[in-house]
């Protein structure tokens, strides 16, 4: 195997997968090196389900990147035949009032319902006034685990190296190239990208820059009654605005049992090296309080409980951009705890940049330059 590229991408968890598929489309030799077996269930991207919905972006920044996220998970499916990967099921918002963050009723692109349309709409959901509801049809259900192994058995098969269980321990870069020294072997390349995801804040102590990691949990339980009406089909994706954070769901599917149901909160910081990852009941207890709120007719048995991280940076705003130190170092990370839904989108900026030094798609936004301001002026 040879020991220099193109271009090296630093961690195959959903984002940098999609980046190896990106870059060796372009024809770019890849090698993308991942610390644990590919796809697992140590970082951000485990649990079999993501969300995704185009509403509440339209009108914001995030417009070009859902949309485009968009098509790019349409054309992984066309290309890879994998159905599965995205799935529409709609997609339905749930607040104790009508304001939902984002909605634009003007720019359209969802429905309004009140509590009794959704009652009688989606019965599945224990909630009545004040709640509002904004579903939006085009609202779909991704596959985590199966878009990570579709996307590096696409890039291997033009010709990209993937390594698993092979962790990258130090780095560096100058104006002749990129060295990445890993446990297994020292590579050399033109190029390199960080896709390290919870790990980013590790691998770029030289930014400078917060990156926290917080540990979150959910569920899968088996509904008391009525458990076809919690089905794929039956019901949508959906969130609600709670005390506690956002609740959020997915209907059930067949290669997990159960009904999945998490807390979308900013959850408790912890090392990504070194946490307790085993649920505890506290972690229960946060999941049981949503079904005994919202869906006590599918409170029932615990099928599986699991832990996942998050990341964040000060603004909870992604970092997708060069590194502000070295034109050949390209950051896609961190992705903030809720960017599953663009990865594809955020894959193709970081490509753009190792190709090009610069891309189309609008996303000043997503730039580091935000953060090295405010760390100037804290
Ligand atoms: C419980 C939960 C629910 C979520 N729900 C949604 C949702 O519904 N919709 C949505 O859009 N988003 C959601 N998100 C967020 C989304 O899933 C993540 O933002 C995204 O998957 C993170 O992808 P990533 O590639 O940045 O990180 P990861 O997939 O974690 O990848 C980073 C990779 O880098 C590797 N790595 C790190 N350091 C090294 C090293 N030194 N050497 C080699 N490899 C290294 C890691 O092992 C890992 O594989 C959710 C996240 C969680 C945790």
């Not at 190239?177 to 390199?192: F, P, S």
């Not at 049981?288 to 990341?311: H, I, M, S």
């Not at 705890?337 to 900026?349: D, L, M, N, R, S």
């Amino acid at each position: 195997m040879p020991t220099s590229y193109d271009v090296i991408v630093v961690g195959v968890g959903a984002v940098g997968s999609a980046t190896c598929h990106d870059l060796a489309r372009r024809g770019l030799r890849v090698l993308g090196i991942e610390q644990f077996s590919i796809p697992h269930n140590m970082g951000g991207s485990h649990g079999n389900s993501r969300q995704t919905k185009i509403a509440p972006y339209i009108g914001s920044d995030y417009e070009p990147i859902i949309l485009r996220a968009y098509e790019l998970y349409r054309e992984l499916v066309e290309e890879s035949g994998q159905t599965d990967l995205m799935v529409t099921t709609g997609f339905l918002d749930l607040a104790p009032h009508r304001n939902f963050p984002g909605y634009k009723k003007n720019l359209g692109h969802f429905e309004d319902l009140n509590a009794g349309q959704i009652q009688a709409r989606f019965p599945q959901f224990q909630i009545g006034e004040p709640y509002w509801g904004a579903y939006d049809p085009a609202g779909a259900l991704l596959r985590p685990e199966v878009m990570i192994t579709t996307c590096v058995r696409l890039a291997m098969q033009r010709g990209a190296h993937i390594l698993g269980n092979t962790k990258v321990l130090d780095w560096s870069a100058d104006s002749g190239g990129v060295t990445v020294k890993t446990d297994r072997e020292t590579y050399t390349a033109d190029r390199i990208v960080f896709c390290a995801g919870p790990w980013t804040g590790k691998l770029l102590k030289d930014l400078g820059i917060a990156c926290t990691v917080t540990r979150m949990s959910f569920a899968w339980v088996w509904p008391l009654k009525n458990v076809k009406a919690y089905e794929l089909g039956a019901m949508p994706c959906w969130c609600i605005e709670d005390e506690d954070g956002i609740y959020y769901g997915f209907p059930m599917m067949t290669d997990v049992p159960g009904y999945k149901i998490g807390l979308h909160w900013y959850g408790q910081p912890v090392d990504p090296d070194c946490f307790d990852r085993t649920p505890n009941a506290h972690d229960e207890e946060l999941i049981r309080k949503g079904l005994r709120r919202y869906f006590p007719e599918a409170n029932g048995p615990l099928v599986g409980l699991r832990t996942c991280l998050y990341d964040h940076t000060s603004d909870d705003v992604p970092i997708i951009d060069r590194h502000p130190g070295h034109d050949r170092v390209t950051l896609c990370g961190p992705l903030c705890g809720a960017g599953f839904k663009f990865v594809p989108a955020y894959a193709e900026i970081a490509a753009d940049f190792v190709e090009k030094g610069r891309t189309e798609l609008k996303s000043d936004f997503l730039r580091i330059d935000r953060l090295l301001a405010n760390t100037k002026t804290a």
